[in-house]
């Protein structure tokens, strides 16, 4: 054999050897893959991979027990179960819908304060995001009775402190009816709509002061205190409804623009002894607008939040009902705005509980009932993000608070005098916490990335797990199962600032390789995207396309929240400025990493996040090769008074603010991919935002795709809406950005 021949063989046999081991690679890629399951938009939306709640978690009285709301699928009954805390035992059902009459199921409930009555909510219709008209019934827990509250669909029902009563809002005007007669009492009578509204929150109020019930029960329930609005001089905005009519129909409804007129609010209080009621004089305040009204522990004193337009001073007022008076007890200022919250508490002796910026951070301060400052009981350079309240017992306050990192929460106690605090969680993530009414435990809600949320019972005074509740180990489990990538948590130096990243790389990830890019943001004033939190819809959207071959990340630029007040507000008067010079920033930056390709990026975002995105895209046309923009703010000269004024004024003072950052001005500069999505139905941010820049990019000869969904809210969901339009956005990203091919794939070639 000649040794040409032999080395022809020899060479044969370690070629059909190479093959033979790459076969097998390839083979046993392919089983491992083929082990794990790719996620399919299917399964988001049809709620394959929903994680388990306590629903409508209650503590009772007693502080040992607690009540949840069980639905049963199978035959569409609700119960309230209620359970002990340290055993875990259930100790009874206290009503099952399937023993009621004329109820079939539930959706709500809500115990009086002596918890005898419970009044249940069913077939509740939405007005608008947090506004519902509902049918509702008072249950006797001793008689086991049922009544029905009103043969109307009525808003906010409220017990009385006693019991006795309830009072609700119908067609604009107030009502109480006194359970023990059955006799229904209306006690306002000028409600009409599109005009005045008695009690309850017109659109601007309930969307940006975040309440709907705008009247309290005193003490001693024989008064109400509540916010009258005369919406008069407010323009109207009217939307389309097509329905499936021959016609069209329309919704019309009062909604301020920035810089037109709010409506008119004033404040009134009705004795139900005398039926009187009379109006409170505060005009010696700051009170164009009122956020908040509550009824203090002395039955005659009622605590009044007022703010000027600007919202840029806030006053806590406190009104003598007996004495017709009323006295300034606190007042905050702000160069740019102040937060309105939900934390104000007050103690037996009428001091009270405060959260303010005012030293550069959010914390809790305590003060006198007249308004002197007794202590700041938190202080650091991080934020309080939740106030759960005092035991009177052990003088101890207990809250939730980024102490441990921005992207995380924790739940504390401290002392009033703001020594000895305690951590009462341990979980690297997020934390929250419902107390029982005596404060000896807390059901303690955790998850992070990596665990989907965890229910655990722990002692108050200390944090010691006594017992675990619910875990969702199944979805943990399932999960198992999908191909699916860690959230990596990092910093990012943009502009001067370490600003907060999370980076979700395929899971066959090679640094040899380059991938596209995908960028999603919100990034409003005091927002947060970048959390230590389980999955959300979007995530497990972002962990089917990582696994297609894109990267994603997120970044939490300049004006977002949980970083000190000057790091949110120093967005002021400048809304889309500085947010989209982040954005651009980080994406080029980004570009400069070995395994990103930096003439494929991409951005999406939905609402201020679609306003974001479209900027981004615009003003960073050297950067961005594509963005998605779903229901976007395109001017802010479109969007509402409170929200838009907080953080711009208004246009007549701040015309450049408003033009200079609106996409509508940057649309010559688009060269990339651009798909506009919006819900013709939108109360919130009008699809009027859309068709004003949808033709602004006419005139400017630009080229983009767009899309309207029918009779679809600022949420675009119902039926098949949310699958068509993650499809679409799917589909437009790997049009955009191309198809990424997998590792495996190419050893496959």
């Given amino acids: 054999m000649s040794f040409a021949l032999k080395t022809s063989r020899i060479e044969k046999m370690k070629r059909i050897l190479s093959v033979t081991v790459l076969s097998l690679f390839i083979a046993t890629i392919s089983t491992l893959t083929a082990q794990k399951k790719e996620i399919s938009l299917e399964e988001i939306w049809s709620g394959e991979f929903r994680a388990e709640r306590m629903d409508v978690l209650r503590s009772l009285k007693n502080g040992k027990e607690y009540s949840i709301l069980n639905f049963n699928r199978s035959n569409r009954t609700s119960a309230i179960d209620v359970f002990d805390y340290k055993s875990g035992k259930k100790v009874k059902t206290l009503l099952n819908s399937s023993d009621l009459p004329d109820i079939q199921y539930f959706i709500s409930y809500e115990f009086s304060e002596d918890e005898s009555k419970i009044l249940l909510a069913t077939e509740k219709n939405p007005v608008f995001r947090r506004s519902t008209l509902g049918t509702y019934y008072v249950y006797d827990v001793n008689s086991k009775s049922v009544s029905l509250l009103s043969d109307k669909k009525v808003q906010e029902p409220t017990f009385s402190p006693d019991g006795t009563k309830i009072a609700y809002g119908y067609n604009n005007n107030l009502y109480y009816k006194d359970l023990k007669t059955g006799k229904e009492t209306q006690f306002t009578s000028d409600g009409v709509k599109n005009s005045i509204i008695n009690g309850i929150t017109d659109w601007v109020y309930e969307e940006e002061f975040a309440f709907v019930r705008a009247f309290d029960w005193n003490k001693d329930g024989n008064m109400i205190a509540f916010i009258r609005f005369d919406e008069s001089d407010v323009p109207e905005f009217s939307m389309d409804v097509y329905g499936e009519d021959l016609y069209q129909t329309q919704q019309v409804f009062k909604y301020p623009k920035a810089g037109e007129a709010n409506a008119e609010v004033s404040l009134h209080l009705y004795n139900l002894d005398t039926s009187n009621t009379s109006k409170v004089d505060i005009s010696a305040y700051n009170n164009y607008y009122i956020p908040r009204i509550k009824w203090t522990n002395d039955e005659d004193i009622l605590s009044v939040q007022l703010t000027n337009r600007h919202q840029n001073v806030l006053d806590l007022v406190f009104v003598d009902a007996k004495k017709n008076s009323s006295e300034l007890i606190l007042q905050e200022k702000d160069d740019a705005y102040v937060d309105v919250t939900d934390n104000l508490t007050f103690l037996n002796d009428n001091s009270f509980i405060w959260t303010s910026e005012k030293d550069g951070w959010n914390h809790i301060y305590h003060y006198g009932k007249t308004g002197k400052l007794i202590n700041q009981i938190t202080k650091g350079d991080w934020e309080v993000t939740n106030y759960y309240g005092f035991d009177t017992k052990t003088g101890r306050i207990y809250y939730q608070s980024t102490t441990n990192g921005s992207i995380n929460r924790d739940v504390y106690s401290i002392t009033n005098t703001g020594k000895n605090k305690v951590r009462l969680t341990q979980g690297n993530g997020t934390n929250s916490a419902d107390f029982s009414a005596d404060y000896t435990y807390f059901i303690n809600s955790f998850s992070n990335t990596e665990t989907p949320t965890v229910y655990s019972l722990k002692q108050a005074l200390n944090g010691k797990e006594v017992r675990e509740i619910k875990n969702n180990a199944a979805l943990k489990d399932k999960l198992k199962g999908y191909n699916m990538s860690p959230k990596e948590f990092s910093t990012i130096n943009i502009n001067g600032n370490d600003l907060n990243m999370?980076?979700?790389?395929?899971?066959?990830?090679?640094?040899?390789?380059?991938?596209?890019?995908?960028?999603?943001?919100?990034?409003?004033?005091?927002?947060q995207q970048v959390a230590n939190r389980w999955n959300g819809s979007n995530d497990y959207w972002?962990?089917?396309?990582?696994?297609?071959?894109?990267?994603?990340?997120?970044?939490?630029?300049?004006?977002?929240?949980?970083?000190?007040?000057?790091?949110?507000?120093?967005?002021?008067?400048?809304?889309?400025?500085?947010?989209?010079?982040?954005?651009?920033?980080?994406?080029?930056?980004?570009?400069?990493?070995?395994?990103?390709?930096?003439?494929?990026?991409?951005?999406?975002?939905?609402?201020?996040g679609g306003f974001m995105s479209s900027n981004s895209l615009f003003q960073g046309a050297d950067t961005f090769s594509m963005a998605i923009a779903v229901a976007p703010v395109s001017s802010w000269r479109f969007y509402d008074t409170i929200y838009t004024e907080r953080y711009m004024q208004t246009p007549q003072e701040n015309a450049s603010g408003y033009d200079n950052n609106s996409p509508i001005s940057h649309v010559d500069k688009l060269e990339g991919d651009f798909l506009l999505v919006h819900g013709s139905a939108d109360d919130n941010v009008h699809v009027q935002n859309t068709t004003r820049l949808v033709e602004a990019l006419v005139q400017a000869d630009k080229d983009f795709e767009w899309a309207i969904y029918p009779d679809k809210n600022h949420g675009i969901y119902g039926g098949n809406t949310r699958l068509h339009l993650y499809k679409k956005m799917t589909k437009f990203i790997q049009k955009s950005l191309g198809k990424p091919v997998s590792m495996l794939l190419e050893i496959k070639k």
Avoid at 508 to 522: A, E, H, I, S, V
Avoid at 548 to 560: A, F, L, P, S
Wanted: proline share 5%; aromatic share 14%; net charge positive.
């Fill in 502 to 527: 999370y980076t979700i790389k395929p899971s066959n990830f090679d640094p040899n390789k380059k991938y596209p890019l995908f960028m999603y943001q919100y990034s409003g004033p005091g927002s």
């Fill in 542 to 608: 972002h962990q089917m396309l990582a696994q297609q071959g894109y990267i994603i990340v997120c970044v939490d630029g300049r004006g977002t929240g949980l970083k000190g007040r000057d790091f949110k507000k120093m967005t002021q008067k400048e809304l889309g400025k500085y947010e989209v010079q982040d954005q651009i920033a980080a994406a080029k930056k980004l570009g400069t990493l070995p395994y990103i390709d930096a003439d494929r990026i991409g951005i999406w975002g939905w609402s201020y």
